[in-house]
């Protein structure tokens, strides 16, 4: 398949399991520690098809992430939020940002994958 997938997570285990479960199903991913490493990952990896987010993140939050690609040409590339956050309102400021999905921690891999799956088909 060799679609790649932008995984952006604080934590390194979550950005593991989450790259673990992407490549099981054939994903290839890059990994970037939160959206500042992200954006300058993005600016490197041009044909990245989807970009799987976290939420609460140093520097860059997944919220003020979006916003940055939201401006970047990169815009219309899908985004799923990962989060602990499940806030109403939260969810509605990433969908109006554009976010496609919002999958909340501890994920089900399959789950995960269905999303990729219809995102990049």
């Not at 398949?1 to 479960?21: C, F, H, Y």
């Not at 990169?74 to 939020?81: A, I, Q, Y």
């Not at 496609?100 to 399959?110: E, Q, T």
């Amino acid at each position: 398949m060799d679609v790649k997938v932008l995984v952006i997570d604080d934590s390194q285990m979550v950005r593991r399991m989450v790259s673990n479960a992407l490549q099981g199903a054939g994903f290839a991913t890059v990994e970037a520690v939160d959206g500042v490493d992200a954006l300058s990952k993005l600016t490197d990896n041009g044909d990245t098809k989807l970009i799987v987010c976290d939420v609460n993140m140093p520097r860059m939050s997944g919220i003020e992430f979006l916003e940055a690609l939201r401006n970047d040409r990169k815009s219309e590339l899908p985004v799923v939020m990962l989060t602990t956050e499940g806030q109403p309102e939260l969810i509605q400021r990433a969908k109006s940002l554009g976010a496609k999905g919002w999958i909340v921690k501890p994920f089900k891999a399959d789950l995960l994958v269905a999303a990729a799956k219809k995102l990049t088909t």
